[in-house]
């Protein structure tokens, strides 16, 4: 996935020279997971430019950039170091193109390597997609894969308004078979990656590929679930989740986050508008718990495990 | 107050408060250019009482005055190229006059019929008005790093006040602003008070102090000496202009009104403190100077005055006939095409019906 993301920083740079790479470390050292790599060389060091050690900072150049005409891509070095631009996403990042009546656009991208599963240190396993998706204006991307990890970064770069651009660290180093693309599902629509009519998974980033193993799991006890990839969480593409409960009518959320008023809350109440006449099964979610992300030596309990999501399915099919 | 008096750093000054010529007063403005600068004051002036009295009548929400520091901000953006753009805190309509912002558009952020840019940031080179403490300074610093990056010789002007310079941001903004050689100006007006806090409790040592660490050059000057203002700002320009970097100016001046109309600064200041700072008026002393020098008469001062009674009945009159938005407009610009979560929202409060 590094690999993909970086091709993808790339390809959009020859794309657009308006286009900026910037962050901590992201020059010379091609930034601490390599996804920079070799774009100082390529590009040069007034396009791709480490910064200062200030993400308020970080967020806030990029609201002057993109007034003077420029396509700032930022990076935030690790999930949990992204919290002091807080400010400056929420209060100008979202909401210039309000604020000016539309006149003035923030085509931003702000890259956080998030998510736990790496063994990280504590504040490098944050799973802080709900603070942007909460924050209207913002629109929130979390790949699953290496291939629509390109076309997702492309697709985010491209859009005229700002997105908050979360790479799951613990399928960085995922490979995957294929042609880096930018055509098929854009910003907002998810995406079938498992067919199956007893249950619907539904997930985002890394827990996909756990959902994924899960499936696997269940078809050896004759259960086929269905695994949506929701791609971006903003825009919530609620029709291919109500469309998915429809054709099953049992789900489960799985996501690395707390349970509580995690992105599985929101979803829930989107199928309980939008198919509740179609479920079978209360819908049950597979999340990390309401503490602070664990020590490595704990995060196998933590975060969701293929037994953990089986036994939900196993749950809502029985009932 | 004593601020001017416990500084180590000096102050530049040209005009004292009355009327003398104390330095050089040749800072490259015509006759006319000078005139023009007491004309903008007093106009400003006059606006600045009319919102006050447009909010105790109703027709504003809250507002904050600015009133005393009407040198520091005349004086300031009358020092910008017309290609130079302005990051402003909520305090800066006077610095918006000057840049050319309709001013009617500009005031319906305090009317509640929109948001901090409710008139063309881009057109009128002047950002939202912005309310999160010091966080346009970064703004600023990222605007002219793109304008570095675009050989364009423009440089950008941030206003925040001594309340400001204690935020995280201002020492972002600065650190960064050295660092990447921005052609930006840190405008700081020190007001004397963030609201209740009076400088004595946001600072110790000298704002324009804090430079010298950046590593660029920091400036104290007189703020309600707006020839003063003028040639410090130009000059820093003029610095921008030739890649030398950033340079952070504190304009000492003070907040004659309360913080906003919301406020009571009976509450934590003394009426002889104002009093003492009303001696010190910016347009008074630029008056007497331009009288002095013979550069302009008092039929010059009244036509002025006139002139500006004019010019704010037409804002009053354009300000009163705006009502609200269509609510619709609520749900159009978030995002450049709204979600389809979003279009339902919009449904469900309002229909297709526009209003």
């Known amino acids: ?83 002091p631009a807080l400010d400056q996403v929420i209060s100008h990042v979202a909401k210039y193109r309000e604020r000016t009546r539309g006149r003035v656009a923030m085509p931003v991208v702000i890259r956080i390597p998030s998510f736990g599963g790496i063994k990280g240190k504590e504040h490098h ?39 908050i651009f979360l790479e799951p660290k613990s399928r960085y180093w995922s490979k995957e078979e294929g042609e880096l693309a930018t055509g098929g599902p854009g910003l907002g629509s998810a995406r079938t990656v498992r067919e199956g009519d007893a249950c619907v998974l539904i997930s985002f980033g890394a ?41 099953t009518g049992r789900a489960a959320v799985v996501h690395e986050a707390p349970l509580t008023l995690g992105m599985g809350a929101e979803i829930v109440a989107r199928i309980v508008e939008e198919a509740f006449d179609h479920l079978e099964a209360p819908v049950l979610r597979v999340t990390g718990a309401d503490v602070p992300y664990p020590p490595a030596s704990l995060e196998q309990h933590y975060l969701p495990s293929t037994e953990r999501i089986a036994a939900a399915v196993r749950k809502v099919v029985a009932y | 107050m004593s601020i001017e008096t416990a500084a180590d750093v000096p102050i530049v000054r040209i005009v004292d408060p009355d009327g003398t010529v104390v330095g050089d007063d040749d800072v490259g403005l015509s006759v006319d250019a000078k005139r023009e600068l007491l004309r903008s004051m007093i106009r400003c002036r006059r606006l600045d009482r009319e919102c006050w009295a447009l909010q105790r009548q109703g027709e504003l929400t809250v507002y904050p005055p600015f009133e005393g520091q009407e040198a520091a901000q005349v004086g300031s953006a009358s020092a910008l190229a017309p290609e130079d753009f302005v990051f402003p805190s909520f305090r800066e309509l006077a610095a918006a006059v ?70 995280g941001d201002f020492h972002e903004a600065a650190n960064m602003a050295a660092v990447f050689g921005a052609p930006a100006i840190l405008f700081c007006q020190n007001n004397g008070w ?60 003070y907040r004659i009104g309360a913080h906003s109309t919301a406020d009571d600064d009976s509450r934590y200041r003394a009426g002889p403190e104002v009093d003492a700072w009303r001696e010190r008026d910016p347009i008074a002393r630029f008056r007497a100077y331009l009288l002095g020098c013979d550069l302009i008469d008092e039929a010059f001062v009244g036509a002025c005055d006139e002139e500006a009674e004019g010019w704010v009945a037409e804002i009053r009159s354009g300000l009163t006939s705006l009502g609200a938005p269509p609510a619709s407009e609520m749900f159009d610009h978030a995002f450049s095409d709204p979600p389809a979560t979003l279009e339902r929202q919009r449904h469900e409060r309002i229909g297709n019906d526009d209003a």
């Open chain 2, 194 to 253: 963030a609201i209740s806090v009076p400088a004595s409790e946001q600072y110790a040592a000298p704002i324009a102090a804090r430079a010298a660490g950046y590593g660029f050059p920091g400036i104290r000057v007189d703020g309600n000496d707006v020839l003063a203002v003028y040639a410090v700002t130009k000059a820093a320009a003029e610095r921008a202009r030739g890649g030398e970097g950033p340079t952070l100016i504190e304009a000492m001046t």
């Open chain 1, 207 to 247: 827990m996909v590929g756990r959902c994924l193993e899960a499936a696997t799991a269940l078809a050896g006890e004759g259960i086929e679930c269905s695994v949506l990839d929701l791609r971006t969480l903003v825009p919530l593409d609620v029709e291919a989740i109500a469309e998915r409960v429809r054709a």
């Open chain 1, 1 to 83: 996935m590094v690999g993909a993301l970086n091709a993808a920083l790339r390809d959009a740079m020859q794309a657009d020279p308006r286009t900026l790479v910037f962050g901590e470390d992201v020059g010379a050292l091609g930034g601490v997971f390599r996804v920079t790599e070799g774009l100082q060389d390529e590009f040069g060091s007034g396009r791709v430019f480490n910064t200062p050690i200030a993400e308020a900072g970080i967020a806030g150049i990029c609201v002057g950039l993109a007034m003077a005409g420029w396509r700032p891509i930022a990076e935030m070095q690790f999930d949990g170091f992204s919290y």
């Open chain 1, 125 to 163: 396993g944050e799973s802080p997609e709900t603070y942007y998706a909460h924050t209207a204006g913002l629109k929130v991307v979390v790949p699953s894969s290496p291939l629509d990890a390109y076309r997702l970064l492309r697709r985010s770069i491209d859009d005229p308004d700002p997105v």
């Open chain 2, 98 to 167: 000057v840049r050319g912002v309709d001013v009617v558009e500009y005031l319906q952020y305090h009317r509640g019929t929109w948001h901090g840019g409710p008139y063309d940031p881009i057109a009128s080179r002047f950002a939202p008005i912005c309310v999160p403490v010091a966080t346009q300074i970064v703004h600023a610093v990222g605007w002219a790093l793109g304008a570095k990056l675009d050989g364009s010789g423009a440089c950008s002007l941030a206003y925040f006040g001594d309340g400001s310079a204690s935020e």
